[in-house]
């Protein structure tokens, strides 16, 4: 089963750990390995290390 994908600005459906999976405009994001904690509601946001929307997923 595919992880399911969150994307910059939306909202944390649970809290946890997350990890940027990929970016949206579709660049790389091999270097990016940054987990996060996220709040239930809390909004994702860009990417840690390029500043770009990025998609999310749980670590």
Known sequence: M???KFKTGENAPENGKYKVDSLVNGGSSSNDNT???MDQGEQFPPSPTSNEAAYWVKA
């Open 35 to 37: 987990t996060i904690d």
């Open 2 to 4: 595919a992880d399911i």
